[in-house]
C-alpha cells in the first residue's frame, strides 16, 4: 500500500517555473515506477512523465519533452516533477501515481497504476 501526496502547485505566468512534488509513504516506494499525470478541465486524464525504480529511465509526453524533468529521490520517498518555461495549455490538476505493474510499452497508460495521489493544481497565464 502506499499514499501519496502531492505538494508545489500554484498560479504562475506563462514562461515560469514550478517543481511539484510527491511524497509517498511506506517502505516499498524505491520498488514503484512513479508517474505524473494530469487533467485539464473538460478532458480526459492525459500522461505527463514517469521514471524508473532507479531514477535512470525517464519517460515524457512529447506536449512536455525539453520544459518538463521528473526525479525522484528514493532516500526521501519522494518524486519531483520540475516544470519550466509553462504556458496556459499546461493548466490542469496533476496527479502522481505509483505502479508496480507497469512496463516501458504500457507506462503511459494511466490504468497500469494503483496508487494515486488527491492532485494539485497548476494554473497558468498568459
Known amino acids: 500500500q502506499v499514499q501519496l501526496v502531492e505538494s508545489g502547485g500554484g498560479s504562475v505566468q506563462a514562461g515560469d517555473s514550478l517543481r511539484l512534488s510527491c511524497a509517498a509513504s511506506?517502505?516499498?516506494?524505491?520498488?514503484?515506477?512513479m508517474g505524473w499525470f494530469r487533467q485539464a478541465p473538460g478532458k480526459e486524464r492525459e500522461f505527463v512523465a514517469a521514471?524508473?525504480?532507479?531514477?535512470?529511465?525517464?519517460y515524457y509526453a512529447d506536449s512536455v519533452k525539453g520544459r518538463f524533468t521528473i526525479s525522484r529521490d528514493n532516500a526521501k520517498n519522494t518524486v519531483y516533477l520540475q516544470m519550466n518555461s509553462l504556458t496556459p495549455e499546461d493548466t490542469a490538476v496533476y496527479y502522481c501515481?505509483?505502479?508496480?505493474?507497469?512496463?516501458?510499452?504500457?507506462?503511459?497508460?494511466?490504468?497500469?497504476?494503483?496508487?494515486w495521489g488527491q492532485g494539485t493544481q497548476v494554473t497558468v497565464s498568459s
Open positions: 501515481a505509483a505502479t508496480a505493474r507497469a512496463y516501458y510499452n504500457n507506462i503511459r497508460r494511466d490504468d497500469m497504476y494503483d496508487y
Open positions: 511506506g517502505r516499498t516506494f524505491s520498488s514503484y515506477i
Open positions: 521514471v524508473s525504480q532507479n531514477n535512470v529511465n525517464k
